[in-house]
């Protein structure tokens, strides 16, 4: 089975939105996909009810998420770790323990446009307008990605 992790800062906004959107365009018997945040701010929690809101309003429930940390097992655990922003990427980098762990770790919006960096803004300091934004990237890239996961299963 593949599996793939989605990160952010608290794992409250961007990486829950992420996860439940790749949920949304995969066979989840055959590709496992999860979320945490380089913080531990929020472990446990539900998402940021934003978050949820933009989710539901495009068919997509959250309310079974649980806000944890990423942990160097999941290097091990995980075949793909997409990042939100330079930010998590750094966070995620610098507990890798080897190439192969490096490898693994990929900005998510590079699935749209490999010739930069992109960033998934925070939208935390947003009004809703800012997670419907974020979702709408979230979801152009999350289709790249299912798409070839869907060819690879």
């Given at each position: 089975?593949?599996?793939?992790?989605?990160?952010?800062?608290?794992?409250?906004?961007?990486?829950?939105?992420?996860?439940?959107?790749?949920?949304?365009?995969?066979?989840?018997?055959?590709?496992?996909?999860?979320?945490?945040?380089?913080?531990?701010?929020?472990?446990?929690?539900?998402?940021?009810?934003?978050?949820?809101?933009?989710?539901?309003?495009?068919?997509?429930?959250?309310?079974?998420?649980?806000?944890?940390?990423?942990?160097?097992?999941?290097?091990?655990?995980?075949?793909?770790?997409?990042?939100?922003?330079?930010?998590?990427?750094?966070?995620?980098?610098?507990l890798a323990r080897n190439e192969?762990?490096?490898?693994?770790?990929?900005?998510?919006?590079?699935?749209?446009?490999?010739?930069?960096?992109?960033?998934?803004?925070?939208?935390?300091?947003?009004g809703a307008s800012g997670f419907e934004i974020v979702?709408?990237?979230?979801?152009?890239?999350?289709?790249?990605?299912?798409?070839?996961?869907?060819?690879?299963?």
């Amino acid at each position: 089975m593949v599996k793939v992790l989605m990160v952010c800062l608290g794992n409250i906004c961007r990486s829950p939105l992420a996860e439940g959107i790749l949920k949304s365009k995969i066979d989840t018997n055959k590709i496992f996909i999860d979320s945490a945040g380089t913080g531990g701010w929020h472990i446990g929690e539900l998402p940021d009810k934003r978050s949820i809101d933009v989710a539901k309003n495009h068919h997509i429930d959250l309310n079974s998420q649980r806000c944890r940390k990423f942990t160097i097992s999941d290097f091990d655990n995980f075949d793909f770790i997409y990042v939100m922003d330079k930010s998590n990427y750094k966070d995620v980098i610098s507990l890798a323990r080897n190439e192969d762990d490096i490898t693994k770790v990929h900005y998510i919006l590079n699935e749209i446009n490999s010739n930069e960096i992109l960033e998934v803004p925070d939208p935390y300091y947003e009004g809703a307008s800012g997670f419907e934004i974020v979702f709408q990237m979230l979801d152009d890239a999350c289709e790249i990605i299912a798409d070839k996961l869907n060819k690879n299963e």
